[in-house]
Nanobody, 127 residues
Framework: QVQPVESGGGLVQAGGSLRLSCAAS????????MGWFRRGPGKEREFVAA????????SNADSVKGRFTISRDNAKNTVYLQMNSLKPEDTAVYYC????????????????????WGQGTQVTVSS
């Protein structure tokens, strides 16, 4: 099992940047595809970005393309979400999720594909 723990959320002005981190204590961290999801006020949780176990393949939601970048450092058991050009509509609780995979080239974009979730970190973007 792996327990993701998010950090790095906070309050930022529109146009600013934040970097979220998700640490998972697991020696075989590269055997887990990772994803970021978010739930805005009054909204359903939605996909943001995903990355394969090797880090070689990524996917972003259309709403964040060109602004957010997902990456990972398997030596540090950590996945990151670099968020630039933030908008008030990016305000949400951001969740990190993990899924064990048999191939390090797989990534997943659906909530139901992930079995392990963090507690979330709040990101608030002021206008």
């Amino acid at each position: 099992q792996v327990q993701p723990v998010e950090s790095g959320g906070g309050l930022v002005q529109a146009g600013g940047s934040l970097r979220l981190s998700c640490a998972a204590s697991r020696r075989t961290f590269s055997s887990y595809a990772m994803g970021w999801f978010r739930r805005g006020p009054g909204k359903e949780r939605e996909f943001v970005a995903a990355i394969s176990g090797s880090g070689g393949r990524t996917s972003n939601a259309d709403s964040v393309k060109g602004r957010f970048t997902i990456s990972r450092d398997n030596a540090k058991n950590t996945v990151y979400l670099q968020m630039n050009s933030l908008k008030p509509e990016d305000t949400a609780v951001y969740y990190c999720a993990a899924r064990y995979v048999t191939s390090s080239s797989y990534y997943y974009t659906k909530e139901y594909d992930y079995g392990y979730w963090g507690q979330g970190t709040q990101v608030t973007v002021s206008s």
